[in-house]
């Protein structure tokens, strides 16, 4: 009786709205990311069937709505013989206003951008926080907003959408705590760097470009900004095309040797422009092009937070002293503080500009971490924290904004880190744990150099001496690293590709051939198979070349061999 009823009432519903066919375009509209379809039976019986992304043109029977229970229910055409309902308010005229939601949460701490053009940073959210929808500027396949305009107090700008969620409830859900979060929270934090919880785990989507793409193991020469160099680029082609080497490495940015004289240095930091080589544009651009055209990929490598010119320009972006207010030196340097965000946006406006001017695949950036060797001097510094964060999460953070920015340029983010972050148990110091940054960059690059390891280190005598040795128990507890994270990078190495130093010890080996080979398949044996780059700051031909039989090997394929 109660069904009938309710079919009767839904027929005069559909009298009253009318019975002629009235087809009209429309879009659908949600305050999520899906919109909801409904069937109706011949009972007026309402019930959920699939749902479909938001945002997509329909094709509307205005005449055919039906009401039931004071909702209205339009049919949206699926095929040409099939219909669903849709609720009247998830149709809309006009596309802009396919997005309905007033408020989100954040799901992933993420950065505010206030200029979408040059990056600029103006808030910082945190994880459960309730922002106010001001607009959007895309919808992405999956009906969610590429970007949300939101309003956080007074700060208006934009936040990626893959950081939001639609209710505060799920915002605050970890990813797979009783995994993740058991492993994150038994690491200890001895020296300051930060609590590894407090860092953000979701998984990461990672990006493909339909014109560049990554090889799957980099077998890497690094070039300095010299002109003999980078200006002698065709005799390094020549010599890598006798090898299986397919990249270069190229510095854009070292601290207190900026390659080119870039506009972001001349809008930014001055020094660093006037101290960039003259002429040295058309070098870098006939260097990539040319590699390019042989077939190469070309990363840039930046330095971050080591930049001694930078400071003298914006001293109050540096790392101070409290008692003086003066700029803190480090290590020879002045150090930028990571947790500033005018820092931030330097480093990437200048990956950005390098890359849609000269075309590079990949921006590597080096001394992504706060200062080393601090902990006597902690409480005598000023780092200028403000948003109140770890250094892990600060840099963390980072990492994610300059992958953010430069992915929308179209090329890749690889993050140098300090060999001693493959270590367990602890954050670092400077604010480097492994599994947060690979979680989020394309590629991670170690520095394990083994004379930079202790002697009796992983209870090896004169590692330095033992590159294989060494390499390969670094290795395996990157492995390690890398399974604490649900979205791990590629790891492509550094290898020392210098003789020993003789403070270290004066009968060091060489690191000729033989030894650069030992390194690296001491990292393939640990099943590190994303490549490696040679360090030799010089990067002297010469030396390449009487290395040469460790870059004629294909490493990858011969591990793939014996995993068969």
């Known amino acids: 009786m109660k069904k009938s009823l309710l079919y009767l009432l839904a027929m005069l519903a559909m009298v009253a709205c009318g019975q002629d066919d009235n087809i009209q375009e429309r879009y659908l509209a949600s305050a999520t990311a899906e919109v909801q379809l409904y069937s109706i039976d011949e009972e007026g019986n309402v019930s959920k069937d699939k749902t479909r992304v938001r945002g997509g043109k329909v094709r509307a029977n205005i005449g055919k709505t039906v009401k039931v229970e004071k909702t209205k229910y339009i049919p949206i055409e699926i095929t040409k013989k099939q219909y669903a309902y849709v609720k009247e308010q998830s ?4 596309p802009r206003e396919v997005v309905k939601e007033k408020v989100v949460y954040v799901r992933t701490p993420a950065s505010i951008i206030t200029d979408c053009e040059t990056s600029l940073v103006g808030g910082q959210t945190e994880k459960g926080e309730e922002l106010k929808v001001l607009d959007y500027d895309s919808l992405r396949p999956d009906g969610r907003a590429h970007r949300y305009k939101v309003q956080q107090g007074k700060v208006k700008g934009f936040i990626y959408g893959k950081y939001i969620v ?18 994150h929270k038994a690491i200890k934090n001895p020296f300051g760097g930060g609590e590894a919880i407090g860092c953000d785990f979701y998984p990461t989507e990672r990006v493909k470009f339909a014109n560049n793409k990554m090889p799957e193991a980099c077998y890497s020469l690094y070039l300095n900004i010299s002109p003999s160099v980078i200006g002698n680029i065709e005799s390094y082609i020549a010599f890598a095309k006798e090898t299986k080497i397919n990249t270069f490495v190229i510095d854009i940015k070292d601290n207190e040797c900026p390659g080119y004289k870039a506009e972001a240095m001349a809008k930014y930091s001055p020094t660093n422009h006037r101290y960039a080589g003259k002429n040295k544009e058309e070098m870098y651009r006939k260097a990539v092009k040319r590699l390019h055209e042989e077939g190469f990929y070309v990363v840039g490598r930046i330095t971050c937070f080591k930049d001694s010119h930078l400071v003298k320009d914006h001293p109050q972006v540096a790392i101070t002293e409290k008692a003086t207010g003066k700029p803190f030196k480090h290590n020879k340097a002045y150090w930028p503080s990571a947790y500033d965000r005018k820092v ?9 500009e390098a890359v849609r001017k000269f075309g590079f695949n990949e921006i590597n950036f080096d001394y992504v971490c706060f200062p080393d060797r601090m902990t006597k001097v902690e409480k005598l510094i000023d780092y200028h924290n403000r948003y109140n964060e770890s250094k892990v999460q600060a840099i963390q953070r980072f990492v994610q904004y300059a992958c953010d920015e430069i992915h929308a340029v179209g ?12 270590n367990p148990g602890y954050t670092t110091a400077y604010g480097q744990y492994w599994p947060a940054i690979s979680n989020i960059c394309d590629a991670i690059c170690g520095m394990p150099y083994p004379d930079h390891f202790t002697n009796g280190y992983y209870g090896i005598k004169k590692p330095w001496n033992h590159p294989y040795e060494i390499l390969k128990a670094w290795g395996e507890r990157v492995q390690q690293r890398q399974a604490a994270t649900p979205t791990p990078a590629a790891v492509r190495t ?26 690296i398949r001491g990292l ?21 070349k009487a290395q040469k039989g460790a870059f004629c090997i294909d490493y990858l394929k011969e591990h793939k061999a014996k995993k068969r």
């Open 344 to 352: 931030w946006q330097f480093n990437v406006e200048l990956a950005k």
């Open 494 to 519: 550094w290898v020392q590709a210098y003789p020993v130093m003789r403070h270290v010890d004066k009968n060091g080996l060489r690191y000729d051939a033989a030894d650069v080979e030992k390194e």
């Open 524 to 544: 393939y044996d640990a099943g590190l198979t994303g490549g490696y780059t040679t360090w030799h700051s010089g990067s002297n031909l010469t030396k390449y």
């Open 411 to 422: 090329a890749y983010v690889s993050i140098d880190v300090f060999g001693e972050a493959a």
């Open 166 to 183: 639609f209710s505060k409830k799920e915002a605050m859900l970890r990813y797979k705590a009783d995994k993740y979060d058991k492993i």
């Open 91 to 94: 149709l809309v005229e006009n």
